[in-house]
């Protein structure tokens, strides 16, 4: 017991260190010497690439495992020795929330509610509090896997708040979801935060979430680089951030990829047709040539400070580009993708209602909408794995309604979750996937080959690949698509989950294969990555609502006071317009 007067911190960790054995034998250090504090009622976020160590420290706060050495303390009670009494008290929603989808909303929730002892009483006070925050009041008796992602998050949070805890962990909670989702889960999270005085504390993929937290705590190979206000971290960077126009002549994309061979250069990502980067004081010829070209001193944010301490950290890694074997040859007018009134139904439902778009030879074209706005379908046919219902589909000069599986052997594809087969090593799934392209021989064998050495996977190709952190997997997911090398590219999410640095990396090798001539079409969650794309189109509920340049879009969005509108601005604005003017919402579909 603490004396009287005294405060207890919700959270209290010290020198905690946690490993784990691998099947392979390896001692793998998920925590190694963790202290930190939360306060009751205060929101903390934990933020850090893949492998830091942040869902380890949420089970550990959980009561769900025990350190091995070190101590945690939760709600003033010993981890350890009384986990039972912790998990009382506290909600935890972990990355993959246990909905069952052949319950109903309401279902799900008495479920969750009987788990924990809720009282008949309880749930009477409960339930209309949390239908009314998470606004799935007229989604009661929708079953739980027919909503969208959005939807889904917000009942897995609506679970987890069903009694009323005093302690609410959420990992990963907005991962795959759209912004305007993302929006509405930050507005419930801040809400339980301010009004009820809830403790919060969150691991995040997106970092201009942990900006809006009190505190953030940025993690490393287990080890806590620093903690502080988001603000603080950001001033890691004072007097290193700028924006750079593109010379003539070249994207934001084409400087982004100059400055980022340069060692002077902590980072670099497009932003509104300009390329933001941060410079560590290291005189370098690249940057020195920036001197032609319009350069402003720009304020540093949370993401700033943190790519700067990653560089401290040693963390930095080198540019990734693919070089390919044979580039695709250039065929008629340069049209890859023709879609012209696309449409695809379900019984009586448009899950794609007359689009209409087209991708030249090495454009990288955006497809943006909320979760259940059609993408995901759109690009199943385009992929030749969904038969079309009405409308033209061209792709690689095939008409994909007469032609599906010739169109198949010229494209590759990257679902949203991998199809990598967590059994098999590195090197046996290349070899399954080639095998599956129809790759025989001497041929596969160098195919096999230079995916190794292009995703630099030659030390881990004996591993099993549910092993691989989750930037290796998405390298093994690419290197698979392009065994076959295909001319066009379909990336379904691919970085969802995933963290900054597995991102850029990502987009890097994007950028390198759209210079050689790929042609890549996108859906991301991410609007700044957006950026990346020549043109973008965005849907809602099956229909394209706006189609453009990056910053033809951005047009749209509303006047932000005292910052500049930003691709998310433009997303929300779009989304919501259509929404207000009778446009249906696809989640709710």
Known sequence: MSPPGVRVPAVAADGLRRTFRRDTGEIVVALDGVTLRAEAGSLTALVGPDGAGKTTFLRLVAGLMAPDAGTMTVLGIDVAREPQRIQDRIGYMPQRFGLYEDLTVQENLDLYADLHGVSAADKRRQYPRLMEMTALGPFTGRLSGNLSGGMKQKL???????????????DEPTAGVDPLSRQELWQ?????????????????????????????????QGKILTQGAPDEIARLADGKVFLADPPAGQTARGLQAHLLGAQAIVDAVPEGGRVRFIRDGAADARVDALAQVAVAPAQPRFEDGFMTLLRRAGDSRPASVVTLDKPPERQGDGVVVEVRDLVRMFGNFAAVDHVSFEVRRGELFGLLGPNGAGKTTT???????????????????????RARASARQRIG??????????????VENLEFFASAYGLRGGRKRARID??????ELGDLARLPSRHLPGGYKQRLAMAAALLHEPALLFLDEPTSGADPL????????????????VTAIVTTHFMEEAEYCDRVAILDAGRILAQGTPAEVRAHARRQEGREATMEDAFIAIVEEARAHGHPEAGAA
């Open 450 to 455: 230079w995916a190794l050495r292009q995703f």
């Open 188 to 220: 419930i999270i801040l809400h339980l935060v301010a009004e009820q005085r809830t403790t919060v504390m969150v691991s995040t993929a997106y970092l201009d979430e942990a900006e809006r937290c009190g505190r953030a705590v940025v993690l490393h």
């Open 156 to 170: 897995g949070l609506a679970c987890a708040l069903v009694r009323e805890p005093e302690l609410l962990l959420l």
């Open 502 to 517: 597995a991102r850029r990396e990502f987009w890097q090798r994007i950028n390198a294969l759209t210079e050689q001539g």
């Open 379 to 401: 690009f199943r046919m385009l992929c030749g794995l969904l038969p079309v219902t009405g409308g033209t589909l061209r792709v690689a000069g095939v008409d994909l309604r």
């Open 413 to 426: 594809y990257l679902a949203q979750r991998f199809s990598l087969y967590g059994d098999l090593s590195v």
